[in-house]
């Protein structure tokens, strides 16, 4: 038998929370957010699964979107970050592919550069992220001398980028919002602002199109979670087994440097998965997993290959027992790996991009097999 540890992809809850950004922004372009290999969820077969859905797909770099057209994809796709250097465009230009421009350089090798056919642009705007994008004076600037190169760049954008939207303090996203809403109306420019978090919660911030990300693949990024956040189905459960148990009495210390110290009489359970496998080194004890679908709680800290948990309240629970670092059991029961990041003092994101390539991911569902609504 092979190691148990696998990354379940479920394509039906995929393309559920696509139809979720969807509703929620029935009159924008909603964008689907691919970069860093789907958020760790592989990228062509999400792709696959999306294609017949969406207009376009983006991603962070040109090598990410040279996976998707070598797997076939001819959905247009979006640079996030625009090209890295000049020598890119003529690639820019054989793929198809469109692009955010955030910097002079970008502006000036893109006007210099003569496509077969005009290059997609959204000019990006710092409106208050202070990351990537122009000062809204100097995107104005930039902005008519792209009007003025229809042979170069079409189907213009302002893009910017909510460093808040995910706050249940909207004080400083106002202020972006604002700020971005108010250029474009002086442009007469279509606009690409909501990531996941302000698709969600933002109506207002619903532009011509809309980049959701996170949400995509069943993570809610609101501080505080709302009616449409509650609606997302997890895609990825990452499941594993009990492969051995040790009976332990009163004050033995488990693991590396002894972290955790059973408080009583216990059974702990040895799990197949570890940060060798992506999983948070920083996970602390009492870090929620379900054990045959019921809560238990890790018990030391994680080794490479393997973490501990503590089944002294699940007798039932033995060698072969399924365990849910997150996701969803087979026994029904969900463990949302917004719940596991909390517990490692970081976000969804990191978890579900930082899982290794030898964690087989395992598809299931996708268009073909998807109920017709
Ligand atoms: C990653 C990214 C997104 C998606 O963000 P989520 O929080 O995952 O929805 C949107 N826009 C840009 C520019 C990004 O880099």
């Not at 999400?46 to 040109?62: G, H, N, Q, S, Y």
């Amino acid at each position: 038998m092979a190691r148990p540890l696998i990354a379940h992809i479920d394509l039906d809850a995929l393309r559920h929370n696509y139809r979720l950004a969807q509703e929620l922004a029935p009159t924008s372009r909603s964008v689907a957010v691919l970069k860093a290999d789907a958020y760790g969820h592989g990228a062509v077969a999400c792709a696959k699964a999306l294609e017949d859905l969406v207009p376009a797909f983006a991603v962070a770099a040109i090598e990410e979107a040279v996976t998707l057209r070598d797997a076939g994809i001819t959905t247009p796709i979006v640079l996030l970050e625009g090209i890295f250097s000049a020598d890119e465009l003529p690639q820019v230009d054989a793929l198809g592919l469109s692009m955010a421009l955030h910097s002079d350089w970008q502006l000036e090798a893109v006007l210099a550069f003569a496509p077969r056919r005009p290059i997609p642009t959204w000019l990006k705007v710092d409106s208050g992220m202070h990351r990537l994008g122009y000062s809204p004076a100097a995107a104005e600037v930039a902005w008519q001398r792209l009007v003025a190169k229809p042979r170069c760049v079409t189907d213009l954008h302002l893009m910017s980028h909510f460093a808040t939207a995910d706050l249940a303090d909207v004080g400083y996203f106002s202020r972006q919002h604002e700020l971005v809403m108010a250029l474009a109306e002086r442009l007469g420019a279509p606009t690409c602002l909501a990531n996941s978090p302000a698709v969600l919660a933002h109506p207002e911030a619903h532009g011509d199109c809309n980049r959701p990300g996170v949400m995509l693949y069943g993570s809610d990024p609101l501080e505080l979670s709302c009616e449409a956040s509650r609606r997302l189905h997890p895609v990825m459960s990452l499941t594993s087994k009990i492969i051995a148990v040790r009976e332990l009495a009163q004050g033995e210390p488990v693991g590396y440097g002894g972290r955790f110290t059973t408080a009583g009489p216990s059974r702990i359970g040895v799990v197949a998965c570890g940060y060798g496998d992506g999983y948070d080194r920083h996970a602390v004890d009492g870090t929620p997993v379900l054990v045959d679908g019921k809560p238990s709680r890790l018990a030391g800290k994680v080794s490479m290959d393997m973490m501990t948990v503590d089944l002294t309240d699940l007798p039932e629970a033995g060698i072969g027992s399924e365990v849910v670092l997150w996701g969803a059991s087979r026994h029904g029961a969900l463990l949302s790996v917004d719940d596991v990041a909390r517990y490692c003092d970081t976000i969804s994101y990191t978890l579900l991009t930082g899982v290794l390539p030898r964690v087989p991911r395992r598809y299931a569902g996708g268009p073909a097999t998807s109920p017709v609504d």
